[in-house]
């Protein structure tokens, strides 16, 4: 007898196993999510877009690090461009400069893009000039920006970002690209902009890459200071 007990627990367990697959189902469903985002920004603009009535401008989307994440927006003032700006620097385009709310997650890009596609229509802002940079983790958003909405962007300016690789297969060819990363960089390894610059290159972009020696995460305060990086952006537009 008791060698029939564990027959019988064997037994048992087949069938339970049998009745919960035949009892499985794959439902097929949907369900329409919302996402919402409280963005706030900076907005500069030029000296002359209030001189004239009908003269349409380029724009500047700026993209902050991680640094500046989650904290006072006046923290944005702080690096790139807006610490330029109230350094007294004066840029022939607007500069929209917004802050991303989340401490430690990533941007919401699509909350940025919905941003900025309101900050255009309630300006006189030349949609042909659009130009996207971004600093770190803001860097990696903007590689992310130029990958999923490829129509948009007239130029684009990395400071050590990072993006897969696969990412260069996205980008559109005709907007001209300018790197920016630290060789010392303990961050963000300097690799990544170094891949992802010699694919481009290899793909036949206009790529310019500024690979700094002796310096480490901090590019961006050499970066942004770079006049020539301005005069360069606003030569470029959308052929498209």
């Not at 999510?33 to 003269?55: I, N």
């Not at 909405?149 to 559109?172: E, S």
Request: glycine share 6%.
């Amino acid at each position: 007898m008791p060698k029939t007990i564990p027959s019988l627990l064997l037994l048992m367990s087949i069938f339970l196993l049998e009745g919960c697959t035949a009892q499985s189902h794959l439902v097929q469903d949907e369900l329409e999510t919302v996402t919402k985002e409280d963005l706030k920004y900076y907005l500069y603009y030029p000296e002359d877009y209030f001189s004239s009535e009908t003269e349409d401008f380029g724009l500047l989307l700026f993209l902050h690090g991680g640094g500046e994440s989650g904290r006072a927006v006046e923290e944005i003032k702080d690096t790139g461009p807006p610490k330029l700006l109230v350094e007294g620097k004066q840029f022939p385009f607007l500069i929209l400069a917004p802050q991303n709310p989340h401490e430690k997650k990533w941007w919401n890009t699509q909350a940025v893009m919905q941003l900025l596609d309101s900050v255009v229509d309630h300006n006189r802002v030349d949609k042909k000039r659009i130009y996207l940079t971004g600093l770190s983790r803001g860097g990696s958003a903007a590689w992310e920006l130029a990958t999923q909405y490829p129509d948009t962007f007239a130029a684009l300016a990395v400071v050590c970002g990072m993006a897969p690789l696969p990412y260069a297969h996205w980008i559109d060819k005709k907007m001209p690209i300018w790197v920016f990363h630290g060789e010392q960089d303990e961050v963000i390894d300097v690799e990544e902009s170094d891949k992802m610059v010699e694919k481009l290159k290899e793909m036949g972009y206009d790529v310019r890459y500024t690979r700094y020696k002796g310096v480490g995460h901090n590019a961006w305060d050499r970066a942004y200071t770079t006049d020539s990086l301005y005069t360069w952006m606003a030569k470029q537009k959308r052929i498209n």
